[in-house]
């Protein structure tokens, strides 16, 4: 069995998760490349990189999460990194609750929590097996703030954090569970809400620390630093350019 380290991304044909993908396949690991829909780009992605797969499935259904993770052991012999990417919203005013209906809540608690979930519970006996296993869950600060896309959005991010913490302190010595908080990323993440995004990004580059907004390759660095990070678990790593100091 090959020593070199694998990683599932789900979420992972672009923006923050095809970042991530690139970051980690750059060090030498091999990566699976996962999407519910964007088959065509998450294959271009996986022939891109060095030794990568595709693997075509919804977190939010518990028999694709199990075959997904199949793809990574049955690929390459283990599994060593899950990084919880795959991620879904809907852009709703936080004050407008009657445009909140509860199939909004099951969609989003399905795949951002529910989802991430199936995917660790499939993974965890793998990660296990690899004596030093990390799963990196992707979260947002609008888990700790009164900000976000939605509040079901806001709620489900907020799972996450306790989620993680939550695991950290069941899957230890041998799995690590981290997760990163980003701010506002420029990803495909905004398309069909291009007001909400000039907006925020205006507030952004005007009123905090840095001045700019998240790139993807920001969140890829951080996410590697937890991947590597071998002292460290239960930790929710904030990446928003000193947003949350504001």
Do not use: C
Request: hydrophobic share 45%; glycine share 8%.
């Amino acid at each position: 069995m090959s020593e070199t380290r694998v990683a599932l991304i789900t979420g992972s044909s672009s923006g923050i998760g095809a970042s991530i993908a690139h970051r980690l396949a750059a060090e030498g690991i091999r990566v699976v490349i996962n999407s519910a829909h964007s088959v065509k780009a998450g294959k271009e992605l996986a022939a891109e990189l060095p030794e990568a797969v595709y693997a075509q499935g919804d977190v939010s259904d518990a028999g694709d999460a199990r075959r997904i993770v199949e793809t990574a052991v049955e690929t390459y012999g283990r599994l060593d990194i899950l990084v919880n990417n795959a991620g879904v919203t809907r852009f709703v005013p936080l004050d407008d609750l009657d445009a909140v209906d509860a199939a909004a809540w099951r969609e989003i608690l399905d795949v951002n929590v529910v989802g991430a979930w199936q995917m660790i519970t499939a993974a965890v006996p793998h990660l296990r097996k690899s004596g030093a296993g990390s799963i990196v869950n992707i979260s947002s600060v609008s888990a700790t703030r009164a900000l976000g896309s939605s509040i079901p959005y806001a709620v489900s991010k907020a799972a996450v954090n306790h989620m993680t913490r939550l695991l950290a302190s069941q899957l230890g010595p041998s799995v690590r569970v981290n997760a990163v908080a980003p701010g506002l990323i420029d990803t495909p993440w905004y398309e069909g809400a291009e007001e909400v995004w000039e907006s925020s990004r205006d507030w952004i580059t005007n009123n905090t620390p840095l001045r700019r907004v998240g790139t993807p390759q920001d969140v890829a660095e951080a996410t590697l630093y937890l991947v590597n990070a071998a002292y460290t678990t239960g930790d929710v790593l904030t990446v928003d350019g000193g947003r949350h100091i504001v």
